[in-house]
């Protein structure tokens, strides 16, 4: 299994998920430096990312949209914190208005990658997302994957008439 | 979109304060009153007392009477719905290392060519 081990904090909104592959760190790392690679695993098929622009340097901005089912095009940022190839990335993921700069109404996520070797050509790659808040968690969700969102908040809706 | 009852809204107003995520967590197991949970902060009782009134009405702690005292207590049924968000967040990055490993063996068998 690539998923090595998941870790989820409710009181800190934290998830942090270990992966491996069998695969340098370098490879792994194009992952997330070439956009070409990036867009064809950032957003699932029903709901594909386009990076347009990819600065990945410390201070560097990384642009992409996603296109959604009905063609919805919402637009999105990457504000990169960290970078030190092909170990660690930092960057704030956040959402962006129509003309691309940065939405300051909408809440930003932070995203840590730590990539390592593990020996005998295997890659342990490490994400740590971090929310400000619930509502944050709910708004990334939402662009790409409105089945499962409404999927959940069927489930929260139970869960709150059971409480009431 | 419209996804948000108003309760749930306010549940989400309430989380996204560190002090009340902290009040929520200590509430937990300990069976501590208002002034008791307010000695762990660096502020006054009243501001402590406020931050307990918004997680109440959040329905994310409720007081009990214990005796002569009266606890905060976590509503773990509250907890859950970050915890269910969580869990569509952590599929949602199941998807994407799928995508990531199919994508690094597919290279990895073209360099082998």
Known sequence: MTVTAVRKDPHTLSLTLDAEFDASPERVWQLWSDPRQLERWWGPPTYPATFTKHDLRPGGRVEYHMTGPDGDQPRAYWEVQNVDPPHSLVVRDGFADDDGSPNTEMPTNELRVTIEEVGAGRTRMSIVSTFPSTEAMEQVLAMGMEEGLTEAVGQIDAILAEDG | ?113
């Open chain 2, 1 to 113: 979109m419209q996804i948000a009852p108003p309760d749930f809204d306010r549940m989400f107003g309430a989380l996204a304060d560190h002090t009340r995520r902290d009040i929520v967590r200590r509430a937990i197991d300990s069976e501590e009153g208002v002034a008791e949970l307010a000695s762990h902060y660096p502020m006054s009782f009243a501001a402590v007392q406020k931050h307990i009134a918004i997680l109440e009405r959040a329905g994310l702690v409720t007081k009990h009477r214990i005796g002569r005292r009266k606890v905060v207590r976590t509503n773990v049924d509250g907890l859950r719905v970050a915890r269910r968000l969580l869990d569509q967040y952590e599929e949602m990055w199941r998807g994407r290392i799928d995508r990531m490993t199919q994508l690094v063996n597919e290279y990895t068998r073209e360099e082998d060519r």
